[in-house]
């Protein structure tokens, strides 16, 4: 059974950047669609990026072209690469494997999150 598990999460000052990585075990990464999520204090979950078991990505408007959504097949991992953060980019991080090859609304497998606060 598949099982995801985020790391790289952090306190980061606002301007700075945090790599976080997704990996994967116990299942194949590569036919799946990788998101990232994010759930900040008080809101709600919402999707900020998908990388299609092709490669083709998406990105929320409130991240675009900060953040980076890649994947490493061969590593079965998904990294979500944060650079110009914010105060309001702190919010628990999370990965989830997609049903589909292509970013559905389907996701059958969530990591645990990681942790990113944004503060001076």
């Known amino acids: 059974q598949l099982r995801l598990v985020e790391s790289g999460g952090g306190l980061v000052q606002p301007g700075g950047s945090l790599r976080l990585s997704c990996a994967g075990s116990?299942?194949?990464?590569?036919?799946?669609?990788i998101g990232w999520f994010r759930q900040a204090p008080g809101k709600e979950r919402e999707q900020i990026a998908c990388?299609?078991?092709?490669?083709?990505?998406y990105y929320a408007d409130s991240v675009k072209d900060r953040f980076a959504i890649s994947r490493d097949n061969a590593k079965n991992t998904a990294t979500l690469q944060l650079t110009s953060l914010s105060l309001g980019d702190t919010a628990v991080y999370y990965c989830?494997?997609?049903?589909?090859?292509?970013?559905?609304?389907?996701?059958?497998?969530w990591g645990q999150g990681t942790r990113v606060t944004v503060s001076s």
């Open positions: 989830a494997a997609n049903q589909w090859y292509y970013c559905s609304d389907q996701w059958r497998t």
């Open positions: 116990g299942g194949a990464l590569e036919t799946s669609a």
């Open positions: 990388i299609t078991s092709q490669e083709y990505t």
